[in-house]
T-cell receptor, first 114, second 113 residues
Framework: KAGVTQTPRYLIKTRGQQVTLSCSPI?????VSWYQQTPGQGLQFLFE???????NKGNFPGRFSGRQFSNSRSEMNVSTLELGDSALYLC?????????????FGQGTRLTVV | AQSVTQPDIHITVSEGASLELRCNYSYGATPYLFWYVQSPGQGLQLLLK??????LVQGIKGFEAEFKRSQSSFNLRKPSVHWSDAAEYFC???????????FGDGTTLTVKP
């Protein structure tokens, strides 16, 4: 069974630009969550999508948005990039069947804003 | 709201020695608890999980963890550490029926030869 796939693995963007990151969950998993990881703030929850609907949202500004498609693939978008958005962005998928909530993570997208 | 505290930012142990990483959580109901490991530049790998039942859970790579409700703890243990265990370890608490988890700040493990 293929794992969670995130693309691209690395990105360099300029302040003010926007970026879109992609995540393909494990086949059959309907929940996709996004996290931002930085040395100073640790792992912070961005949002969770389930069956194309955003179910939970973390405490991030509106510049951070996401969506989920009917095949459960998800994208997250960051507009008007700031230097502080430099981070490892991790996507995780969960089946949620039978209450199983453990998350399976992708390898992440390393975003550098210059 | 749930929260997770990992009191030790950095731990150094000698190869072959035993290991215990501490985790304390705050959650109103019965928690779903996890330990993950992360190697540099990589995603997180699930080591073990606790949902209910036996409070001592076994995971991969020889790790185990014990859930103690009275102490709100879920400490990770390994009887004999290998050099390849050097990594960052995260404790997390989950919510029933949701993919969202709250993570601790992590503990970095260094293994001395």
């Amino acid at each position: 069974k293929a794992g969670v796939t995130q693309t691209p693995r690395y990105l360099i963007k300029t302040r003010g630009q926007q970026v879109t990151l992609s995540c393909s969950p494990i086949s059959g998993h309907r929940s996709v969550s996004w996290y931002q990881q930085t040395p100073g703030q640790g792992l912070q929850f961005l949002f969770e999508y389930f069956s194309e609907t955003q179910r939970n949202k973390g405490n991030f500004p509106g510049r951070f948005s996401g969506r989920q498609f009917s095949n459960s693939r998800s994208e997250m978008n960051v507009s008007t990039l700031e230097l502080g958005d430099s981070a490892l962005y991790l996507c995780a998928s969960s089946s949620l069947l039978g209450g199983a909530t453990e998350a399976f993570f992708g390898q992440g997208t390393r975003l550098t804003v210059v | 709201a749930q929260s997770v505290t990992q009191p030790d930012i950095h731990i150094t142990v000698s190869e072959g020695a035993s290991l215990e990483l501490r985790c304390n959580y705050s959650y109103g109901a019965t928690p779903y608890l996890f330990w993950y490991v992360q190697s540099p530049g990589q995603g997180l790998q699930l080591l073990l999980k606790y949902f209910s039942g036996d409070t001592l859970v076994q995971g991969i790579k020889g790790f185990e963890a014990e859930f103690k409700r009275s102490q709100s703890s879920f400490n990770l243990r390994k009887p004999s550490v290998h050099w390849s265990d050097a990594a960052e370890y995260f404790c997390a608490v989950g919510v029933s029926g949701a993919g969202k988890s709250t993570f601790g700040d992590g503990t970095t493990l260094t293994v001395k030869p």
